[in-house]
């Protein structure tokens, strides 16, 4: 009983921490209709910021508190709303979810360039030292903090949104921004003011959390998964039920850790997936309201000589460069051409069907398991098998897209992809004891691609063939019932259209790509070990295939050769080690103000260049006719 009684009080106290961010979480989804990933890294990095003014400077407590809390997260809030948020009001959700991904590889690129790891940090708890007893139980000042300051903030918020006419102008803002500006409110202040507080709630959270939990970047990071739970339980909209929700999930994972099973890590990880998985798919169908869809310009579709052409001209030129390339750089140019492929599966997926997966690399990761566990020796039929292992897991993860869309289905993989990251890619019995999986390259009769240049060719021919078909699957009949569904699905259910079969099958072809793509990418480099295929990582390569363009072949191909080549500046010039996640970031930002990505970008241009060509030619034509008709006036 005193074990229960422990475990209860620890999971009532982290409880009380996630619910603050939780409740940071709710409010900058209420006021903006973006959902926020970025909101651990929010908390991470003013934690951090908070024992540098804190401990390392020697500010004293409260003031540390106040110019943390009441001055720097507010400011940072409002700059995020102004420099990225913006422009992403009515964006798609896949777009203004990548977005906020972007956020988060930066403050964690500026968390790692400002205080390197390797170096411990611990900061003190509130009242350190001082205790007291309840029920026979020790409970720190700082325990008793935490609850006491969450029960505040649960009160203020409520009194805000209830009793002020800035917190009706935050629930207002949202759903009719021009009528809350006729009521004399201006909504891009309101904005800010929310993203402010929620910032400043998020700091909160880490400054309560990081004593318990460590002051780590990716830990505090992570706990907008815990939030990402407890704030669904309440839908995105009721604090109480986000506080509810808060406090399960911390009891969920203390009373795992005291009667789970030996391997508790795991499953204590794993919890807030698998709460947030049920949430969405047992929650009624009728609480569930997906965010406003606004599609980016779709570009024109090339016909099918085209398209031939095109990569049949690709192809010759690559295996053209891969000749003078070193071996460094064909395995870093074909890493991306794997990747690209598994932007491709995106691009079918979100960019044509308009449904958002953030576990691409789940199905990858299942692909290179299959191959490397099963067909030791390379055979292709190893790659048929693989194709159709991850086209079922892209099936059974297509269920819940039956009923859900939006933030919902985008959620819905993110937790799948996290549980399977904690519970079967992190067992030893998956990727080996050593961590790392041995996988072979693909054999053909007659061909061999052992050599680095062959597999880079075999990568060229794969990619090229594989957006042929794309295009080809884009014009025909199949492809218009993915641009309807995209389009519209309610407007698709008014005609009579049913979209179940199209919504599996879209999902069990992007995963059959993926997971080919998963095989070849292990194929390329020997081997894969379980952090190749993390979530988090997935959502890297979906911003990426934005940032290239996520409705065309060359954005995928883009986005790939982005997302290999990145890293390595920072491995040629050290100074510069968190270009990956900075210039990620970076890129992120100009997703809401070009939604077509940069292949987006450079069709515009052209556009505008042909358009004013064609006017200064009709200008020259019609000054040649003044000239002729002159005379004979």
């Not at 990225?84 to 977005?99: E, F, I, K, N, P």
């Not at 997936?273 to 980016?296: D, E, N, T």
């Not at 904690?422 to 691609?449: E, I, T």
Request: net charge positive.
């Amino acid at each position: 009983m005193h074990d229960f009684l422990r475990y209860t009080v620890l999971g009532l106290v982290v409880g009380s921490g996630y619910a603050v961010a939780a409740s940071g979480l709710v409010v900058t989804y209420q006021t903006s209709g973006i959902f926020n990933f970025a909101h651990g890294a929010i908390g991470m990095f003013m934690a951090f910021v908070y024992w540098k003014i804190h401990v390392d400077m020697g500010v004293p407590t409260l003031l540390a508190l106040a110019l943390v809390l009441l001055v720097l997260a507010p400011l940072l809030g409002a700059l995020i709303e102004r420099t990225m948020m913006r422009s992403l009001y009515g964006a798609s959700t896949g777009a203004a979810l990548v977005v906020t991904v972007g956020l988060m590889l930066t403050l964690l690129g500026a968390a790692y360039s400002f205080w390197p790891q390797g170096t411990a940090r611990i900061l003190p708890e509130f009242f350190a030292g001082s205790q007291f007893k309840l029920f026979g139980l020790v409970i720190t000042y700082h325990q008793a903090t935490v609850v006491v300051v969450a029960a505040l903030v649960a009160l203020f918020l409520r009194l805000l949104f209830y009793r002020t006419r800035i917190g009706t102008a935050m629930r207002a803002v949202v759903d009719d921004p021009e009528l809350l500006a006729m009521n004399g409110a201006n909504p891009k202040r309101v904005g800010q003011a929310s993203w402010a507080l929620g910032a400043s709630l998020a700091s909160l959270a880490g400054i309560l959390l990081a004593p318990l939990v460590n002051l780590e970047v990716l830990i505090l990071t992570l706990l907008v998964l815990n939030c990402l739970a407890a704030a669904m339980l309440g839908r995105l909209k009721s604090l109480p039920l986000t506080f509810l929700g808060a406090i399960l999930v911390a009891l969920g994972e203390n009373y795992i850790v005291g009667y789970g099973p030996g391997n508790v890590g795991s499953y204590r990880g794993a919890l807030p997936s698998i709460f947030l998985l049920l949430v969405l798919l047992f929650l009624p169908q009728a609480r569930l309201k997906s965010g406003r869809l606004v599609g980016a310009r779709a570009p024109r579709v090339p016909t099918l000589r085209q398209s031939v052409i095109s990569a049949g001209v690709f192809v010759v030129v690559g295996m053209l460069l891969s000749g003078q390339m070193s071996r460094s750089d064909l395995a870093t140019y074909g890493g991306g051409l794997a990747v690209g492929l598994i932007m491709l599966s995106l691009v079918l997926l979100t960019g044509y069907g308009g449904q958002v997966s953030l576990c691409q690399l789940t199905f990858a990761g299942i692909g290179a398991f299959v191959m490397g566990r099963y067909f030791t020796g390379g055979s292709m039929l190893g790659l048929v098998v693989v194709a159709i292992v991850a086209g079922l897991a892209g099936f059974l993860v297509s269920l819940p897209a039956l009923r859900l869309q939006g933030l919902y289905l985008a959620l819905t993989t993110f937790a799948v992809g996290r549980g399977v990251d904690l519970l079967f890619f992190s067992n030893s019995h998956v990727f080996g004891y050593g961590g790392q999986l041995a996988v072979p390259r693909v054999k053909l009769p007659g061909l061999s691609f052992q050599g680095d240049r062959a597999f880079f060719i075999l990568l060229l021919v794969t990619f090229a063939g594989a957006g042929v078909l794309l295009l080809a699957l884009r014009r025909g009949p199949f492809g218009r019932q993915l641009a309807a569904q995209s389009d519209s699905e309610a407007a698709c259910a008014t005609l009579g259209l049913s979209l179940v079969a199209t919504k599996a099958i879209v999902f069990a072809l992007s995963a059959s790509i993926a997971g080919v793509a998963g095989a070849l990418y292990g194929g390329l480099r020997g081997g894969v070990t379980q952090n190749d295929f993390l979530v988090l990582v997935s959502l890297a390569v979906a911003l990426s295939v934005y940032v290239g363009g996520i409705n065309t072949v060359t954005g995928a191909l883009i986005g790939g050769v982005f997302f290999a080549v990145l890293p390595t500046i920072g491995a040629h010039f050290p100074k510069l080690a968190q270009t990956q996640y900075l210039g990620t970031g970076m890129a992120a930002a100009l997703i809401g103000r070009f939604p077509n990505g940069i292949v987006g970008l450079i069709s515009n241009g052209v556009d505008r260049a042909r358009r004013q060509f064609a006017g200064a030619g009709i200008h020259e034509r019609a000054m040649e006719v003044d000239g002729l008709a002159a005379p004979a006036s």
